[in-house]
């Protein structure tokens, strides 16, 4: 990066900063992981100014030709290693997809979503009322059994009842495997169209190492940059399901993502899909998303041992929602006290929580990206470990309940985690841990 750091300084500096943060660090944000450098340099290329309104062959600016040829070839990968129909690889990302999907099938504030509650696992836009979802569409939302399990039968009763125009599965934060196959038995009944929004399975999806949404569904939604390991991006799939039950619904997609919702495509992220695609098609990854759940089911089973307290009581994928209720402290505070000890997570709610959303009960874990670095079983157990004594030191901690008071009390907790010993000698084991395990 010589330009970058002769012209801004500053960002260089700030960039150079944060790829130390990801190499000293356990990155176990589910969500997150480390893209290859192929796809960096895709993602940095000359990709970046070129406007390109339109699909190939069908464009509204002159000078295509090349970036035809890469739109194609990201979209013929991409059919080929899911086995769908129709492929749009333009969307920004996750949330404009799910948007271009209910802009093409619903009419606005008359057709029903029917998605998994936010406070349950299930996504923004999936009909939350603080997003366009649930403000422009009336949504029915299920929730989880009381073991924190998707119930099935109450699904189906509650889609008969409701008669939702599109049904959505797939989650944010659902440790267990999804029966789409069920799923889509559902949606036939009612005539409604099934959305899978794998964004955090896709690479397990593409490896074997979760069933594939592709039989039961008509449309697919995937966001590139988690398990799959590309860039920011997502990509809006039709299967042979999809165009039997609606021959127009790839077209329909289409327009609703141009012209309906974006203008000119990142040419450049399309590019870095492609590779990402690409990457994901050999055996290693495979092997990869394989050794993810080995890796999470592994991190579960310690973490019992622990007496921590796991909600659906462990994990069929690639993530973890602990329930810290046992422990006496919230979430919040845990996330803050693992980051100090260089565990990053994230704070969760979890099924039935008493707790509001900015400190809840749990926190979400994975282990797409230390999987990424090649960690395996061994380290699981050190970083299980190392999780319930970071965890001890906080225990009892709770924040008080008057907001104005609760906010002069968080800046000087976090001042005090920070300065916590235990925890940072944690911190120490956790960088010699991560230096043995290189990020691209
Ligand atoms: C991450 C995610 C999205 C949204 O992705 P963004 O790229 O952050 O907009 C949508 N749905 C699910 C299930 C996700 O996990």
Redesign the pocket.
Known sequence: MKSLKKVDSAIYSLIKKEEGRQKDVLEMIP?ENYASLAVMEALGSVLTNKYSEGYAKKRYYQGNAVIDEVEILAEERAKKLFGVAHVNVQP???????TAVYFALLEPFKDKIMGLSLAYG?????GSPVSFSGKYFPVVSYTLDKNGMLDYDEIERLALKEKPKIIVC???AYPRIIDFKRFGKIADKIGAYLLA????ITGLVVSGAHPSPVPYVHII?T?T??TLRGP???MLMVTEKGLKKDPELGNKIDKAVFPGLQGGPHDNQTAAIAVALREAQGKLFKEYGKQIIKNAKALASALIKHNFNLVSGGTDNHLILIDLTNKKVNGAIVALALEVAGIVVNKNAVPNDKMPPFYPSGIRLGTPAITTRGMKEKEMLKIAKWMNEAISEVSGESLPEDKEVRKEFWKNFKKKVWANKKLSSIAKEVKTLCSKFRTP
């Open positions: 969500s920004y990302s996750g949330s404009p997809a799910n299930g996504h923004l836009t999936h797939g989650f944010t929004d794998i964004s955090h939604m966001t940059h988690k920011r991006g997502a």
